[in-house]
């Protein structure tokens, strides 16, 4: 159980919290680089750590993240004109008094005022860097000075065809979500049958040994970066196999892969703290994705969603309809918990927790060892940037560096000596899978 | 005026009387906590680690005991009633200690957890030594760990 003021400080990321000081020191993912295809696209409204804001991609093409809403009298730039004229500097222009914005968030004209004045410039909207790295537009929203290199993380550093991101919105906090990533102990419960029969599950030598040993063992290490959690079950005789999945603080996870599919994770985003974004891709080091794989991620098979209708980022499957509960499939074994699909499999659990859940409630286990050092690297990390100025683990681009790992080893080896190459995203290297 | 739902629009639990996961009704959740006891023992496996025993033997706990030494003869009667076992290493001599505590757990379906202290910070390094070696057949959870406080936590979590 964790005490109630921790648990405070570990869920609260709004301006301000020491969790939100700590977001405010990562670039983190804000919308998916699709949101806004082209110069000129429509505006659309992000609420990250708490913030609303709005990102745009003005006619010259930059993007902008900025304030939501218009300094002159606070209405929702959403409603804004991205101005495409040719004969119009680029900007997004308020609906109301036509009050217009470059993408740093510089008022660029105020209407209302004489043509030579020069009182716009005297008006700034609050604005972060928005900036494409792979399928994802990435912000930083801590303080300009101390802006560190952009994200490295393997998957949007592939090529595009080899990689694949899709977000979905879960309404919980961002911290129980998280937890569901590192807890790899879940999957032979929950997830059973998505090992046998998902189409980018299906087939791994790995699954059986999954399957066939429902208790398995932990070890948690800690990285430069964050956590390797590797969980031995038995193989063949003599040997184990090792599942090891990567954390990056303060919220990016890699799932051990299995045979030659694509590889996956998440990263997990507040948007407020009782929401959060949960961007989800799957790549390959080496080789492209298929047709079929790219087929199957859009339809909502592995990691991915089905959505509600109307292009929205909710999922189908959401608490308003039960996650479309299906007591027969459940009584059939085809799924564990009635729910269809991996990611809808977690998202109902986690969110039945409640928006927040109490921890001062929990009773964890031994087998929770990596839930438990993950909070108390958050705590410390936290702690440490309030106190002493002390930059956390995750800011270094070598620490994205890292990929997940499925092997067996003979089990007098130690995963982490063992798989040290293998934990290293190094390009035109294929990912170490069973 | 018959309204007809959206096909994805399927609730199957009509007869529940909360929906699930709203702030609304997590305010409506049992303020009691769960009945939970554990009985815990934890185990120095060398003199280092004794130390570290010691030590957290100061705080308060529930129903947790602490051995400073290991002894094969009392060993039995420190396992009785226990449902969870902590080791703690902090150099590689403790391999004998770690595998007949092991083997008594696993005989007695007792939950063991092994925590290799490395006090120096080189966790990845310290991962592939002796000690870890030696725990990990024994130890339900393996933690390589720089810092003490971790123990703490754990077994505070687990209800030590």
Redesign the interface.
């Known amino acids: 159980?964790?005490k109630q003021e921790i648990n405070e400080l570990l869920t609260r990321t709004g301006p301000g919290t020491e969790m939100g000081d700590l977001f405010r020191q990562y670039w983190i993912p804000a919308l998916l680089a699709e949101e806004l295809p082209e110069p000129g696209s429509p505006p659309v409204r992000v609420k990250l750590l708490s913030e609303r804001m709005i990102a745009f991609r003005d006619s010259a093409g930059d993007y902008g993240l900025i304030d939501e809403f218009c300094a002159h009298r606070g209405v929702s730039l959403w409603f804004g004109n991205n101005e495409q004229d040719p004969g119009q500097a680029p900007g997004l222009r308020c609906a109301y008094h036509g009050w217009k914005y470059d993408t740093t968030g510089q008022c660029v004209e105020v209407p209302s005022e004489p043509d030579n004045s020069t009182f716009c410039r005297k008006v700034k909207l609050t604005s972060y860097p928005l900036v494409k790295v792979g399928d994802i537009l990435w912000t930083y929203m801590g303080d300009p000075e101390k802006r560190p290199p952009l994200p490295e993380y393997e998957f949007c550093t592939v090529p595009s065809e080899q990689t694949y991101t899709s977000k979905r919105w879960q309404?919980?906090n961002w911290l129980q979500a998280l937890e569901g990533g590192i807890d790899s102990s879940h999957v032979s419960w929950l997830h059973n049958a998505g090992l046998k029969n998902d189409p980018l599950f299906k087939g791994s030598k790995g699954n059986e040994y999954n399957l066939n040993d429902m208790r398995p063992?932990?070890?948690?290490?800690?990285?430069d970066g964050g956590l390797l959690v590797g969980v031995r079950r038995n193989a063949e005789e003599d040997h184990y196999y090792w599942r090891i999945t990567p954390w990056v603080m303060p919220a990016f996870t890699m799932v051990p892969p299995r045979a030659d599919h694509p590889v996956h994770g998440h990263f997990w985003v507040p948007i407020d703290d009782?929401n959060c974004w949960v961007f989800t891709f799957d790549y390959l080091p080496v080789r492209e994705l298929t047709e079929a794989e790219v087929a199957a991620m859009r339809t909502g098979h592995g990691v991915h969603n089905e959505y509600?209708?109307g292009g929205t980022f909710r999922p189908?499957q959401n608490?308003?309809?039960?996650y479309?509960?299906?007591?027969d499939a459940q009584r059939r074994g085809e799924t564990f918990s009635g729910i269809r699909g991996i990611a809808m499999q977690d998202a109902s659990l986690q969110?039945?927790?409640?928006?927040i859940v109490?921890r001062?409630?929990e009773?964890?286990?031994?087998?929770?060892?990596g839930i438990?050092?993950a909070?108390?690297k958050l705590v410390?990390a936290a702690t440490e940037l309030r106190e002493k100025g002390i930059t956390p683990p995750g800011v270094d681009p070598a620490h994205h560096r890292v990929r997940s790992v499925a092997t067996v080893l003979p089990?007098?080896e130690?995963f982490?000596?063992a798989c040290r190459e293998d934990l290293v995203a190094t390009p035109g290297v294929r990912q170490t899978t069973v | 005026m018959t309204v007809t739902a959206p096909s994805y629009l399927r609730p199957t639990l009509l007869n529940s009387c909360a929906w699930a996961a709203t702030a609304k009704e997590a305010a409506f959740r049992i303020d009691k906590p769960p009945a939970y006891v554990r009985t815990s023992r934890v185990f120095a496996l060398d003199p280092g680690a004794a130390d570290v025993v010691r030590d957290l033997a100061r705080r308060p706990w529930h129903d947790t005991r602490f051995i400073p030494a290991f002894d094969a003869d009392t060993l039995a009667d420190e396992l009785r009633d226990a449902d969870f076992a902590m080791m703690i290493a902090t150099a590689d001599d403790g391999a004998a200690a770690a595998y007949a505590i092991g083997h008594a757990c696993w005989e007695r379906g007792i939950t063991t957890a092994g925590i290799v202290l490395d006090p120096s910070g080189a966790g990845r390094r310290r991962a592939a030594t002796e000690a870890v070696t030696a725990l990990r057949p024994h130890a339900r959870v393996l933690l390589v760990t720089e810092d003490r406080q971790d123990i703490v936590e754990i077994l505070g979590e687990v209800g030590a």
Request: with cysteine; glycine share 2%; net charge negative.
């Open positions: 159980m964790l309404e919980c063992f932990f070890e948690v290490v800690e990285s009782e509600e209708p189908l608490k308003d309809n039960d479309l509960m299906d007591r969110e039945s927790m409640g928006p109490d001062s409630k009773r964890l286990v031994s087998a929770d060892s438990i050092k909070r108390r410390s089990k007098d130690s982490v000596e």
